[in-house]
């Protein structure tokens, strides 16, 4: 949903109570870093935007503006967006029908054995991509595209942090249907805007007054339970125990 003068909306939403809540809202004309550095300076000038930690995806652009403006901040990516691009390449190597679940957190070396020699390719991408390849003589790895502390989500899951943006996708699906038009006019989506925010700023102030945030759906809460338990147990678990624990509960 975006005016036809823009490119697109983007937004941030924040973390009050457990809650997701969409707090800025940004049309940009285009998709590159100096785009995104516009946005971010702008609130940081108008609004002393000042975050400890931001979750976003795996957009070249918008890491390498985050990185720039706000070094000293804790950085993730997205563990579903993460997810995404692992299972996109299992696809385009033909590995899905032999593959159902895969999670390669800090033990690539361990399971990168137990695939076939028609998972080269894959497990090349992988190590370029995600976590280095391997030096010329055998002693650490290169630096990769995204860098471990970008995608891993351990400290986040321990903290009971939100492992992805997941809530902000269906957020936008659910917005994009509300606006039901793909270029409306300025005025238009402001409108909307200024009515879905109202909703929010309703919640927020519910929770002040002491009402419990809405809860999430009964087999996510079991879920992030079982995948906490893990984490929290992790230094005494054997790694290979404790990624097949991870696999039987995380799937791309």
Not at 7 to 28: A, C, D, E, N, R
Not at 31 to 36: A, F, L, R, S
Not at 190 to 211: C, M, P, V
């Amino acid at each position: 949903v975006c005016p036809e003068d823009f490119y697109q909306m983007f937004t941030l939403h924040g973390l009050y109570k457990s809650q997701v809540i969409p707090l800025l809202y940004g049309l940009l004309v285009g998709k590159k870093t100096t785009d995104y550095d516009h946005f971010f300076r702008q609130i940081m000038d108008d609004d002393d935007f000042d975050p400890e930690t931001i979750l976003s995806d795996f957009e070249a652009a918008t890491i390498k503006s985050i990185n720039s403006l706000f070094p000293n901040i804790v950085h993730k990516g997205c563990l579903f967006h993460f997810g995404q691009c692992i299972w996109r390449q299992i696809q385009s190597h033909g590995l899905q029908k032999n593959t159902k679940r895969i999670n390669v957190i800090k033990a690539f070396d361990l399971i990168a054995d137990d695939f076939d020699d028609d998972a080269d390719d894959f497990l090349g991408y992988f190590e370029k991509t995600w976590i280095g390849e391997s030096k010329k003589r055998g002693i650490g790895r290169k630096k990769p595209l995204f860098t471990i502390e970008l995608w891993n989500v351990y400290d986040r899951t321990v903290a009971n942090l939100p492992r992805s943006n997941n809530s902000i996708e269906g957020w936008h699906n659910a917005f994009t249907k509300c606006v039901a038009i793909v270029h409306p006019s300025v005025s238009k989506l402001t409108e909307k805007i200024s009515r879905e925010q109202s909703k929010f700023e309703l919640d927020i102030a519910q929770i002040r007054q002491g009402q419990e945030p809405k809860p999430k759906k009964l087999k996510y809460r079991k879920l992030n339970e079982r995948i906490k338990r893990l984490a929290d147990d992790y230094h005494n678990l054997d790694l290979g125990e404790y990624l097949k624990g991870l696999a039987v509960n995380m799937s791309l």
